[in-house]
């Protein structure tokens, strides 16, 4: 798996430190969600989590195969997922008439298999 800037990815806490939240993510691979994400609230925000636990989050940087990763940014439009099929279209509408379209035939189909 290729982590690029914008990927939303799941992970597991694996460690809490002083200065952020190591996550363990797929393919073997594990980032750092540092302090600063927190908004310099990293002392009261550390106690809400705990190693196991799962978290949701976005790759901001890959640098030398070190993984910078972020909580709070996750749902940030301006870090856009490269894995997102809609990001790739230019026009957003004919996206979501491809979608219907699509739906509509499968679902035709299934109706048809179940008389």
């Known amino acids: 798996m290729k982590y690029i800037t914008g990927l939303r990815v799941n992970g597991k806490i694996n460690n809490i430190v002083d200065f952020g939240i190591f996550v363990d993510l797929p393919a073997g ?4 969600i540092h302090e600063s994400d927190f908004d310099g609230k990293w002392t009261v925000n550390k106690g809400k989590f705990e190693v196991g636990q799962k978290v949701r989050v976005v790759v901001l940087d890959n640098t030398n195969g070190r993984l910078s990763l972020s909580l709070q940014r996750v749902d940030d439009p301006e870090l856009i997922d490269p894995t997102n099929s809609f990001n790739q279209q230019k026009d957003f509408v004919k996206s979501l008439n491809d979608l219907l379209t699509k739906s509509t ?3 035709n189909k299934l109706k048809e298999e179940l008389k």
């Open 105 to 107: 035939v499968r679902l």
């Open 29 to 32: 691979r594990h980032g750092l």
